[in-house]
């Protein structure tokens, strides 16, 4: 017995170093800080951090009001100009930017123009898969590209979204976001 205790005591030191080498990869759990997403996707989320390497993620936008995502697509122009957004929202976007492009006046007038356009549009965006930050069936965010952690992670991201039996869509700067991960994942009971 007491040989027994001399062999666990010479272990100990090699021991207590494997626990301190290993604490730092332990403790780098991945943090998801920004805009708060329903349980069911900040646990897609994370699993597709692990598998990609991605310690942290800001969410920067979820659903939208229709008037909220009209002063997005106003900003999106006022940024980007129009012929970037008529490569961004699909048919029924391109009629909010046409009307943009139309309507003369104050930028309270242009959105206003561009609010009347887009409820007008959004049965058929819907139908078709477009603005889907109004669509109250899914749960859609975006992840900011330039505050992951590590930047030059987001392709493997994507990838791991990607994979996920959930996942609808994820957008990426290959299809035309500038800015961000544009993601669309199917509620699950824990997101209702």
Do not use: C, W
Not at 163 to 187: C, D, F, M, S, W
């Amino acid at each position: 017995m007491a040989e027994m205790y001399r062999h666990l005591l010479q272990l100990l030191p090699v021991a207590l170093l494997s626990v301190v080498l290993l604490y730092p990869r332990i403790s780098e759990a991945q943090q998801i800080s920004g805009i708060t997403l329903p349980a069911g996707a900040q646990a897609i989320l994370h699993d597709a951090m692990t598998r990609s390497g991605v310690r942290s993620a800001v969410v920067t936008r979820t659903r939208s009001s229709p008037a909220d995502q009209v002063r997005i697509m106003y900003n999106f122009i006022s940024r980007y100009g129009v012929d970037a957004a008529l490569r961004m929202y699909g048919s029924e976007g391109d009629a909010v930017v046409h009307r943009y492009s139309a309507t003369d006046g104050s930028p309270d007038v242009k959105k206003a123009a561009m609010l009347e356009e887009l409820n007008r549009q959004l049965p058929g965006a819907r139908s078709n898969g477009r603005l889907m930050h109004v669509n109250d069936d899914l749960v859609v965010f975006d992840l900011s590209l330039r505050r992951l952690d590590p930047t030059d992670a987001a392709d493997s991201l994507i990838h791991a979204l990607r994979a996920n039996a959930a996942t609808v869509r994820v957008l990426g700067p290959e299809q035309g976001e500038k800015e961000a991960i544009h993601v669309e994942l199917k509620k699950s009971g824990r997101d209702s």
